[in-house]
Each structure stands twice: as C-alpha cells, then as structure tokens.
C-alpha cells in the first residue's frame, strides 16, 4: 500500500463547480496533515493545515478522520486560477520529519 | 525576498560531471530538507539537515549523494558523476516549527 494514495484525476469543471478531493494514508502514526498546491513545474505551496476537528479557509475545506486515515478538500465557487495540483502530505511521528506527498490531483477549471 | 532561495534554477550538466545545488532557508529557519522530484512523479523526501547536522538522510541514494548545511552560508545538495536518471526537480524546503516552505527548486537536466 502506497504511503499516501491520490486520485490523480484529473478533474475537470466549470467555473462556479464544487469539488472534492479525497486521500488516504497508510501510517497511523502521522502526526500532521497538509494540503499543498503545484503549478506547473513550480515549487509546492502550502494551502492549508489539516485539523481533526476540521478547517475552512474561504472557499477551501479541509478535514480529516484519523480512524479512516482519511483526508479530504473541498473546494468551493471554483475559479480558473484554481487550476493545479493537488498535493495530499503528511508528517511523521514527530514534528521536524520528512513530508511524505501524494502524486497529487489535477484540477482543471474551464470557463 | 524573504523566501527560500535556491540556486541555480536550471542547471544542465554531462553523464560523469558533478552538480551542486545551493539552498538557503527563510531567515529565522534553521531546518532544511531536500526533495526530488522525477518527472510525472510526486515529491519525494531525500534529506534532512539542522546547521552542521544530517537529521536523517534515509531518502538519499548512498552512492554519489551528500548534503551538508554549514554554520555559515546555504545549505548544498551535491551529486557526483551524474547520470540521465538524475534529471528531476531539485526543491529545498525550510521550517522553523512545522509547516515547510519550498524553494523554487532547481532543475537538473543530465545530457
């Protein structure tokens, strides 16, 4: 089983669209959680910290169950400059451990 | 610019010739890890050095390879003899706590 599993898509929508991306992964004892963005041959950028009780950033949500090993974003009222990669990470045991990433989602939003 | 700097940004090198890619971290960072990213791959961890310490090399081929960050100057991730299987994204990330932040990454092309 792979560390961390993606549906690598892609996913196409219109403008407006709500879509959700879902992940999982393997090690039940990672600590933190992250969703990151990656444009075309860019660096990776991070949207958003995952939380168990849940978080929303504008028109992005993130949760996370950890009996499932489950990750989610929401993304709602999608733009074009949406248009990405999405990267599903997570951390080790303890703070200061590698990023372990998924191969990552493709969203592509059409006008 | 207050962000992770990495240099050179495209770097093309012939089989047999060695490649030395610099990282310098956010100011007040004082971890660093590299990642590779091979083509139409996810990001995967390499190394993880604090100032004059490797943390954990796990992800580092153990031919060819090193890393050092010293106490003065960037971090350098260096690659001897090179081979085509070598070309990739080469992204440096820094943290002071938790959340990393990349680098725009280097890309090594082996001719």
């Known amino acids: 089983r792979k560390e961390v599993e993606q549906d690598p898509g892609p996913f196409n929508v219109p403008e407006g669209a709500t879509v959700a991306f879902n992940c999982t992964y393997s090690n039940s004892a990672s600590q933190s959680f992250f969703w990151y963005r990656q444009d075309c041959r860019k660096e990776p950028k991070l949207l958003m910290s995952?939380?168990?009780s849940g978080n929303e950033d504008g028109r992005f949500t993130a949760q996370l169950n950890r009996a499932s090993q489950y990750i989610s974003l929401l993304i709602r009222d999608s733009k074009l400059s949406d248009s990405a990669t999405y990267l599903c990470?997570?951390?080790?045991?303890?703070?200061?451990?590698?990023?372990?990433f998924g191969k990552g989602t493709t969203l592509s939003v059409s006008s | 610019n207050a962000g992770v700097m990495q240099n050179p940004r495209h770097l093309v090198r012939r089989r047999g010739q060695e490649a030395r890619l610099r990282c310098s971290p956010m100011k007040g960072h004082s971890h660093v890890y590299w990642y590779r990213q091979l083509p139409e791959e996810g990001l995967k961890f390499m190394v993880y050095?604090?100032?004059?310490?490797?943390?954990?090399e796990s992800g580092m081929p153990k031919e060819r390879f090193s890393a050092e960050f010293p106490k003065e100057g960037p971090s350098i991730l260096r690659i001897q003899q090179v081979v085509r299987g070598d070309s990739a994204a080469y992204f440096c990330?820094?943290?002071?706590?938790?959340?990393?932040?990349f680098g725009p990454g280097t890309r090594l092309t082996v001719l």
């Open positions: 990330a820094s943290s002071g706590a938790n959340e990393q932040f």
């Open positions: 990470v997570v951390n080790g045991a303890q703070a200061g451990t590698a990023l372990i």
């Open positions: 995952v939380y168990s």
């Open positions: 050095l604090q100032k004059e310490n490797i943390i954990d």
